[in-house]
């Protein structure tokens, strides 16, 4: 009868909805335990995306997000590694004593239009992950295209980027730091005018016996002032910054200085290069409300910088320069440079050896006691030493994040390390791990991918 054929189609219905919910369920519960990897697609298979999960604490740099997916265990890690052209990555990410991770991390995108060059970044989010999960996927499609490594092309790129951001209204509450390496394996040598390890912006080309005094601010004169400038309003004692190194004219692309690294920072993710006799080198600098030149602009925008826990943009954000918090740069008079929040890069260039170490960092890996640049190389120079085979460095990134966890961080703990190395490989492999607190494995996949040689694009890749 109709009545009974209604019953059925209802009772048909009312199944399929439970069997669509258990589905979806299940779906969330494999995305607790792995957060988010993805393998981009088969063009792109030598990119790893890694993308946890949100996070909640008190001011809207913390604010929880009602889609997020808290985590088990606060130790709990997903670490990726990745082998292949000059590079060997290690990366790890885990949620700490925060109930969400806002963290976001892209590991080794090869650049179609520049040989032997590849990226890799490290975003921090907050008010949510929507921002860094959507930077960490889309930066590939805004920086694919480069056909050089200018200061100004990286900028326009990270620009756009932010423009893509902001003109997405899910979008309009959180926001991201993220800071950029481009690795680059010179062919060609040259000669560049360099202060320690940092390469001068406006010389490519200098005269060998030129010994002109060219102004110049190293980043690290730059970072002593701006903690200088912290210690004195907040009434502390200020180390004295010391004088820069002579600046001296080298040759890079050739012996040991193969290789060129252009850093573009955005907020207070950090990038240092570590040395071969635990010696290191900062790369970036912290954009917070109490750095030089920072208030200035935010207070001419509109905003204010106050103190509570901390120097803070309009008693909410502790960073200055950030992807997204669009309600921030809002004001129709003003550029992007301009505005009370800017995504702005700063830019720096630095040469590098194949015996160094890349180290990318979120915030809260030096938020532990003690957890200072200095320690931090000596931690891994001292581990270093007694590596043998590459697994161990995925042990050694593992134990930094539990280090910094142990010493107190409170926020999420996410960090890259990179190793540069000689000759060009045209095997590539990567692969991911969860691993829980207690260093137990629950989940872990591997591939391997044949590249064309250097310069050309990546070939099929071979499934293991």
């Known amino acids: 009868t109709a009545a009974e054929t209604q019953a059925e189609t209802a009772a048909e219905t009312q199944a399929e909805t439970a069997a669509e919910t258990q589905a ?11 957060g988010v990897v993805n393998m981009q697609e088969p063009e792109t298979e030598t990119t790893f995306v890694m993308v946890p999960q949100p996070n909640s604490n008190g001011h809207r740099d913390d604010d929880s997000n009602e889609s997020s997916i808290s985590a088990r265990d606060p130790q709990q890690k997903l ?22 991770d806002e963290d976001a991390l892209l590991v080794n995108f090869q650049l179609p239009n520049i040989p032997g060059n590849c990226l890799t970044a490290l975003f921090d989010g907050h008010g949510g992950s929507e921002v860094s999960f959507f930077v960490a996927h889309n930066a590939p499609q805004f920086f694919e295209k480069l056909t050089n490594l200018e200061p100004q092309t990286i900028e326009n790129a990270i620009k756009s980027l932010d423009s893509a951001v902001i003109k997405l209204p899910e979008l309009r509450h959180a926001g991201t730091t993220g800071v950029f390496v481009f ?48 210690a004195s309003r907040l009434n502390l004692p200020a180390k004295d910054c010391p004088a820069p190194p ?46 030089a030149g920072e208030q200035p602009r935010i207070e001419k925008a509109g905003g204010f910088v106050e103190y509570s826990d901390t120097f803070r943009v309009n008693g909410e954000l502790s960073v200055s320069r950030a992807f997204g918090d669009r309600e921030m740069k809002a004001n129709p008079y003003l550029f992007a440079d301009g505005q009370i929040i800017t995504a702005i890069p700063e830019i720096r260039t630095f040469y590098a050896k194949p ?25 891994i120079h001292e581990r270093r030493r007694t590596i043998k085979h590459d697994d161990d460095y995925e042990h050694l990134v593992s134990s930094l994040l539990d280090e910094a966890y142990i010493r107190g961080s409170e926020d999420n703990i996410s960090a890259i390390l990179t190793r540069v ?18 260093g137990m494995l629950l989940q872990s996949g591997r591939g391997s991918y044949a590249l064309a040689t250097e310069g050309d694009s990546a070939t099929e890749s071979v499934e293991d």
């Open 24 to 34: 979806e369920t299940a779906a969330k519960e494999d995305s607790k335990l792995e």
């Open 183 to 230: 690795i680059e394996r010179l062919h060609t040598p040259k000669k560049v005018l360099a202060v320690g390890r940092e390469i001068h912006p406006l010389l490519d080309q200098v005269e060998e016996n030129d010994e002109e005094e060219i102004r110049f601010q190293p980043l690290e004169n730059l970072i002593c002032e701006d903690e200088a400038l912290l």
């Open 246 to 291: 002579k600046n001296r004219v080298i040759t890079i692309g050739e012996d040991k200085n193969l290789f060129q690294l252009t850093v573009a920072n955005v907020g207070d993710s950090r990038a240092m290069l570590i040395h071969e006799d635990g010696t290191y080198t900062r790369l970036s600098r912290d954009h917070t409300p109490s750095a």
């Open 79 to 100: 670490i990726v590694h990745y082998s292949g052209g000059h590079v060997t990555s290690y990366a790890a990410s885990m949620v700490g004593r925060r109930p969400t």
């Open 355 to 379: 015996s160094d170490l890349l180290l990318l960092a979120c915030d809260g890996l030096f938020e532990g006691e003690n957890m200072t640049p200095g320690f931090i190389a000596r931690y």
């Open 421 to 438: 190395r000689e000759p060009y490989s045209t095997h590539a492999s990567q692969g991911f791990s969860i691993v829980n607190g207690a």
